[in-house]
């Protein structure tokens, strides 16, 4: 089988542009692939390459856009934030404690075996363990059974809001149907087949982590008779072949998308954008409107952070706009904002992130520190260097933690290393970890049920950290119930403001990442889990 190379940075932006090197690599690779065919081919570099394919295991974002491509869902959000039927309808009882789901026709997994309402259900139940969202429908939800091949039967044992947008949520982690036999995988193990119902199949024959990805249009696949909108309605394929290739060096990237041997770049570097935009060729459009979280996350189970004292200073030496300003550079595509729900949104407020928005606690930072009972433990930080948009928080962080008197010990690796890694709950001398730093779409972060970060859960379906705090819980339970936006308001306050006083976990800003394109590329959907591969066409 033929391998990529591990591409080489060329001596200037402008010399692959007369260079025949690369075009001809790239056509070998696709020509050599054993199931390649004529047709139309989208060639795109994403973010960071993909390694774990398993959408149950993992809420990173590659492994989530794998899934859109693989997998569908019950139903979806559009973009007025509505949630709308996908694979089935739905129907709530008169006391709001039932909702019955009905499949449409024509679902099929990619082996050709009907989709049916147990294998649903037992997709939910699977998604319902892992997923913050899920873990808390589930503390509602009195059974869950198939009634009948077609039927999904979901009872509560009390009055719930969220259900719908809990099975319509659009981001990490999602809940994607998959065969019964799949989604009985044991908790944290991952599934051995890479079987959806979903508008494209995985090219398992292909894939080579760390190199390519390879994705064929379902035919079988009967999309929605509605528009595409977000991750519902119609997703109708109108491509042959998509194949992911990676590119760690963001330079040999764009180069390659200037010169037409890749179509698509979800993440061009901020301090190339320029060049990005001055070339008539090619698109350049935020998709993600609402931005993401950056933000820092700390292990509670090991020394030191799993003191108070210790998780404060380290929140008061921090500061969002030396990190914005290292990781974006450009105040046009960043925000500084303490909200834990993200800006411009009606849980929005500033409570308890005064020092990381002004950039004045480290003074504070050092007597705090000082007086914990710090013994000189060092920090040990993962920081990936092969993701644009995660390069900069773990040096920038590093350098003001060791300011305020931590030893830091930075190690480098990739995010795909990190997404592995953040797992284990060893100690850090046994390959474990202290601190790593991610991004949440805004959607992921929107509330206190949808924002796994602010979780207190602990080893029991805790996020990464694995913070236990019952009283977190209990806010995040009396927000569940609650049956007004004032009342809403209020407790999403009053979650930020614990979340701040316990650090479970640190806010560095929102940011907005365009993504660009060759303009022969038409119908690329916005959203805020892009990006997606259905809609859009490809002219030669």
Request: aromatic share 10%; charged share 20%; net charge neutral.
């Given at each position: 089988?033929?391998?990529?190379?591990?591409?080489?940075r060329?001596?200037?932006?402008?010399?692959?542009?007369?260079?025949?090197?690369?075009?001809?690599?790239?056509?070998?690779?696709?020509?050599?692939?054993?199931?390649?065919?004529?047709?139309?081919?989208?060639?795109?570099?994403?973010?960071?390459?993909?390694?774990?394919?398993?959408?149950?295991?993992?809420t990173?974002?590659?492994?989530?856009?794998?899934?859109?491509?693989?997998?569908?869902?019950?139903?979806?959000?559009?973009?007025?934030?509505?949630?709308?039927?996908?694979?089935?309808?739905?129907?709530?009882?008169?006391?709001?404690?039932?909702?019955?789901?009905?499949?449409?026709?024509?679902?099929?997994?990619?082996?050709?075996?009907?989709?049916?309402?147990?294998d649903?259900?037992?997709?939910?139940?699977?998604?319902?363990?892992?997923?913050?969202?899920g873990?808390?429908?589930?503390?509602?939800?009195?059974?869950?059974?198939?009634?009948d091949?077609?039927?999904?039967?979901?009872?509560?044992?009390?009055?719930?809001?969220?259900v719908?947008?809990?099975?319509?949520?659009?981001?990490?982690?999602?809940?994607?149907?998959m065969?019964?036999?799949?989604?009985?995988?044991?908790?944290?193990?991952?599934i051995?087949?890479?079987?959806?119902?979903?508008?494209?199949?995985f090219?398992?024959?292909?894939?080579?982590?760390?190199?390519?990805?390879?994705?064929?249009?379902?035919?079988?696949?009967?999309?929605?008779?509605?528009?595409?909108?977000?991750?519902?309605?119609?997703?109708?394929?109108?491509?042959?072949?998509?194949?992911?290739?990676?590119?760690?060096?963001?330079?040999?990237?764009?180069?390659?998308?200037?010169s037409?041997?890749?179509?698509?770049?979800?993440?061009?570097?901020?301090?190339?954008?320029?060049?990005?935009?001055?070339?008539?060729?090619?698109?350049?459009?935020?998709?993600?409107?609402?931005?993401?979280?950056?933000?820092?996350?700390?292990?509670?189970?090991?020394p030191?952070?799993?003191?108070?004292?210790?998780?404060?200073?380290?929140?008061?030496?921090?500061?969002?706009?030396?990190?914005?300003?290292?990781?974006?550079?450009?105040?046009?595509?960043?925000?500084?904002?303490?909200?834990?729900?993200?800006?411009?949104?009606?849980?929005?407020?500033?409570?308890?992130?005064?020092?990381?928005?002004?950039?004045?606690g480290?003074a504070?930072?050092?007597?705090?520190?000082?007086?914990?009972?710090?013994?000189?433990?060092?920090?040990?930080?993962?920081a990936?260097?092969?993701?644009?948009?995660?390069?900069?928080?773990?040096?920038?962080s590093?350098?003001?933690?060791?300011?305020?008197?931590?030893?830091v010990?930075?190690?480098?690796?990739?995010?795909?290393?990190?997404?592995?890694?953040?797992?284990?709950?060893?100690?850090?001398?046994?390959?474990?970890?202290?601190?790593?730093?991610?991004?949440w779409?805004?959607?992921?972060?929107?509330?206190?049920?949808?924002?796994?970060?602010?979780?207190?859960?602990?080893?029991?379906?805790?996020?990464?950290?694995?913070?236990?705090?019952?009283?977190?819980?209990?806010?995040?339970?009396?927000?569940?119930?609650?049956?007004?936006?004032d009342?809403?308001?209020?407790?999403?306050?009053?979650?930020?403001?614990?979340?701040?006083?316990?650090?479970?976990?640190?806010p560095?800003?929102?940011?907005?990442?365009?993504?660009?394109w060759?303009?022969?590329?038409?119908?690329v959907?916005?959203?805020?889990?892009?990006?997606?591969f259905?809609?859009?066409?490809?002219?030669?």
């Amino acid at each position: 089988m033929f391998h990529f190379p591990r591409w080489k940075r060329p001596t200037t932006a402008s010399s692959v542009r007369g260079s025949i090197s690369l075009p001809i690599l790239l056509a070998a690779a696709v020509l050599a692939s054993p199931a390649f065919a004529a047709g139309k081919t989208i060639t795109a570099v994403l973010h960071s390459d993909l390694r774990v394919i398993d959408p149950g295991i993992t809420t990173a974002y590659i492994t989530r856009n794998h899934g859109y491509m693989v997998y569908d869902t019950l139903v979806a959000t559009d973009s007025n934030f509505k949630i709308q039927p996908q694979m089935a309808d739905w129907k709530i009882s008169n006391d709001k404690l039932t909702y019955t789901f009905t499949l449409r026709d024509g679902l099929k997994w990619h082996d050709g075996a009907p989709v049916t309402a147990e294998d649903c259900v037992a997709s939910l139940q699977r998604w319902g363990k892992a997923d913050g969202m899920g873990q808390k429908l589930m503390d509602f939800v009195a059974s869950l059974e198939a009634t009948d091949p077609k039927t999904i039967t979901l009872k509560l044992k009390e009055p719930y809001g969220l259900v719908l947008e809990s099975l319509g949520k659009p981001s990490s982690l999602v809940p994607f149907m998959m065969p019964k036999r799949l989604a009985e995988t044991p908790a944290g193990k991952a599934i051995p087949e890479q079987i959806g119902s979903g508008p494209f199949k995985f090219v398992q024959a292909e894939f080579q982590p760390g190199v390519k990805a390879v994705y064929e249009k379902n035919r079988d696949y009967v999309p929605r008779k509605e528009p595409a909108s977000w991750t519902s309605g119609g997703k109708v394929v109108k491509v042959d072949r998509v194949e992911w290739v990676t590119m760690p060096d963001a330079q040999t990237a764009l180069n390659a998308l200037q010169s037409g041997d890749i179509d698509f770049m979800e993440n061009p570097p901020f301090d190339l954008l320029p060049v990005v935009e001055a070339n008539d060729e090619l698109k350049v459009e935020t998709l993600n409107k609402f931005g993401f979280q950056t933000l820092g996350r700390m292990n509670f189970l090991h020394p030191p952070f799993d003191n108070v004292k210790v998780r404060r200073a380290a929140l008061l030496a921090l500061n969002q706009k030396d990190v914005l300003d290292a990781l974006i550079g450009n105040p046009k595509y960043y925000k500084i904002c303490g909200a834990v729900f993200v800006c411009d949104t009606p849980l929005a407020t500033e409570v308890g992130a005064e020092t990381l928005v002004k950039g004045n606690g480290m003074a504070e930072a050092k007597k705090l520190l000082a007086e914990s009972g710090y013994d000189g433990t060092p920090i040990v930080i993962m920081a990936p260097g092969d993701v644009v948009t995660l390069k900069a928080q773990p040096i920038v962080s590093a350098q003001l933690l060791r300011q305020a008197g931590f030893k830091v010990d930075v190690q480098a690796t990739d995010w795909q290393t990190v997404v592995t890694r953040r797992a284990s709950q060893k100690p850090p001398k046994e390959g474990g970890w202290n601190m790593f730093f991610t991004n949440w779409v805004g959607a992921d972060v929107q509330n206190p049920i949808a924002n796994v970060s602010v979780g207190g859960r602990g080893k029991n379906g805790g996020w990464f950290g694995w913070a236990e705090d019952a009283k977190m819980e209990q806010l995040r339970d009396a927000f569940a119930r609650a049956s007004t936006p004032d009342e809403q308001k209020k407790l999403a306050t009053d979650i930020q403001k614990h979340n701040y006083e316990q650090v479970i976990y640190i806010p560095l800003g929102q940011y907005f990442a365009p993504s660009a394109w060759r303009k022969s590329l038409t119908g690329v959907l916005d959203g805020p889990a892009t990006p997606v591969f259905w809609n859009i066409d490809k002219t030669n």
